[in-house]
């Protein structure tokens, strides 16, 4: 019985062929990567947006044309690798120019900003949806979820729980100025390019934060086959959420709600300088959450384990 | 105004960049192609198959899988590539465990014949849509466009008009046993990949017929900046097209209708004795259907030029 996403995974992998003698990493991080030279390789994404679980009827043209690539380029910048080509697979309900125009111009704040190439796709007629691929290139080392080390700093980009506390207060007429404040986490995250290419240098680990904390943290822990331990009381976020959000979501916002594209990073503890650089030179906060363990995911708040019953996003469950 | 496809493309042509010092073909052909060493490029292509254009409700699970990775593998095919890798976003409506399983014995089908890896992908839920990208190397040249030379012969592979057939003839009772003879065409249509590898030493451009030859060959044409002359009666067809389709859908059919999935492609003369090498060892017709002119395209039926009214595939006009 396939269940869910990792069932459905699962299915492929028994089924049908997944190895090649390029691929360096087939399914199962945030990109698949090919070597192409002894020093260069292919990294490789492909995400598709859709009404409903990525955006919804009051995102604007453009906003929904610059999450859907953000979201792929937020892998890339997990494996910390530099964007280059763009696919795109683009199915639109009706030909209506000015919405097609703002969504391309949403498209191209990315091209520009991170000098990329769109160089083929196709269109079709259909419920709208959004098949985008990239394909990146290492600038130095490939970051993977398999190489968290024993006693590694775990660290969070930016803040966590802001796209999840927009997607709670929306329509929420008492909180109007709040959720228009939050908004921009929900409708246009920035993907962590530029800190992904600075990590690449020292970080063991990577993975990017789209589907909740506990899930993408879940992913490095197993893959890496060690634990963690988190100091809840230390996850960064916005002041306004322990206000507005009831504290029985508070969590969930923080570690079980996804749509974050922050990166979630483990480092080995001598390299703490650098990592305050990093930040101080993107002025972006890199913040130290907890540490790599043995086995297991504790979570503690001030120094007492709290359990949490929070999933991740999961598609079909 | 955005009125069709290629409006589109304009636009976005007009509006993003599309170029890249690696990237040696862009938007405009079967495949992008991003130059990886001196010898080796990676040719890609991206298509989403839905409902509706691409395939209905009368489809297997099976075929839907294997006529999605048809459709891609044959943009392979017409750059005169090697297949290697694929990646496919699904988006399911429900987890139907059945239906998935089978779709990907017919995904698998190819992967077995053809020796790729799935090596990335997405799933999510909503409206079925499948959009597979496919990479492939080079073995030796790869296949333009734009490569057509004056005086060139015109070839098609196989036989046309048997997909439009098979989609005409559909759901009426009089035609259940030919439908059921021409209906693989429709559903499971085979990728010229083998084809696409041994003409790509010899052929001077090449495309696949998705679009219906009318308009797949205007794109050679235009690419290419010459005409042809097509001999009408010499297209390769089945028997069973003259009988049944009438006579004022029988050239529509033939030269309009999309879903071939075979090859149109130029080679000069002198390499006519080569073709036929090729179409023995492969088992495979490999048709002469006119030549290459100096402008605008030209249709001859014994003899005498005959005006057709007929447009190729667009998914908006």
Known sequence: MIKNESDILDYIQAKINTKSPNVVKSIGDDCAVIRISNKQSFVITTDTSLEGPHFTKDYTAFEIGYKSLSTNLSDIAAMGCIPKYIFMSLTLPKLDTNW???????????????NLALIGGDTNRGPLSISIQVIGINKSKILYRDGANFDDDIYVSGKL??????????????????????????HMPIPRIDAGLKLSKFANSCIDISDGLMKDLSSIINQSNCGAEIYLERIPTHRLLKKLIPKSKYYECLIGGGEDYELCFTVSKPQRKNMQLIAKNLKLPLTIIGKITKKKILFKENGVEKKLNIKGFDHFS
């Open 161 to 186: 729980g802001l796209a999840r506390a927009a997607l709670i207060l929306k329509n929420k007429k008492k909180f109007i100025k709040e959720f228009n404040m939050l908004k921009k986490h929900l």
């Open 100 to 114: 097609i125009k703002s969504f391309y111009k949403g498209i191209a704040a990315h091209v520009e900003k991170f």
